[in-house]
């Protein structure tokens, strides 16, 4: 059973930064793959990085190259920097984790384990 809580998310102008973390419980961490997915209101829950237990990553296409997913396994935590923020990231963001091995799933199905989600709103 692993446990995840996300922090970090709030209200910014379009441009901006965000560091958004997910702290997670348990003794296994380093042995997760963590993923970060998000849900705009009125959309359904979809994919925005994920990262391996070996650290090989994947960006969905829209933040490629403005957001970077990473994690410390000393300190059970996985973090989304997000920069040059849009309008169009507005979402609630979560974390979610899985013991699953073998190629990467993009899909909210291929995880095992989620947070309670933060809100992150883009002003224009």
């Known amino acids: 059973q692993v446990q995840l809580v996300e922090s970090g998310g709030g209200l910014v102008q379009a441009g901006d930064s965000l560091r958004l973390s997910c702290a997670a419980s348990?003794?296994?961490?380093?042995?997760?793959?963590m993923g970060w997915f998000r849900q705009a209101p009125g959309k359904e829950r979809e994919f925005v990085a994920v990262?391996?237990?070996?650290?090989?990553?994947y960006y969905a296409d829209s933040v490629k190259g403005r957001f970077t997913i990473s994690r410390d396994n000393a300190k059970n935590t996985v973090y989304l920097q997000m920069n040059s923020l849009k309008p169009e990231d507005t979402a609630v963001y979560y974390c979610?984790?899985?013991?699953?091995?073998?190629?990467?799933?993009?899909?909210?199905?291929?995880?095992?384990?989620w947070g309670q989600g933060t809100q992150v709103t883009v002003s224009s």
């Open positions: 979610a984790a899985t013991p699953q091995r073998g190629i990467p799933t993009m899909t909210p199905r291929g995880y095992d384990y």
């Open positions: 348990g003794r296994t961490f380093s042995s997760y793959r």
């Open positions: 990262i391996t237990r070996s650290d090989n990553t």
